[in-house]
């Protein structure tokens, strides 16, 4: 049995910008975390409102590729895969900010 994705949200950056967000930005972005932890990775890759796609503009500090995934109606996350746990980064309100 494939297990579910597992969360780090500890990246302070991630942190700052979520904490930042307005109740019902935060809400939207809480509602699809929930809904990723219930997934397998191959749902993850699968699921096509996710929009899961590598950025090849950028590379992770420890050399990880980074991918971009759909938060919400506005927002973009940017993200890396360390075995079952998908890190959260960035959040990015202007979808293009998450490539740059």
């Not at 700052?16 to 509602?31: A, I, M, S």
């Not at 993850?44 to 980074?66: A, D, F, M, Q």
């Not at 075995?83 to 990015?92: K, T």
Request: proline share 3%.
């Amino acid at each position: 049995m494939a297990t579910t994705v597992r969360l780090d949200l500890n990246n302070p950056v991630f942190q700052r910008q979520f904490f930042g967000l307005d109740k019902q930005e935060r809400n939207q972005v809480l509602n699809t975390l929930r809904k990723l932890s219930e997934l397998t990775w191959e749902q993850v890759y699968s699921v096509k409102g996710l929009r899961w796609e590598r950025i090849l503009t950028k590379i992770g500090p420890n050399n990880e590729n980074l991918y971009s995934l759909r938060i919400s109606h506005s927002f973009r996350a940017v993200a890396h895969r360390d075995g079952d746990w998908l890190c959260l980064d960035a959040v990015h309100p202007d979808h293009d900010s998450a490539y740059s």
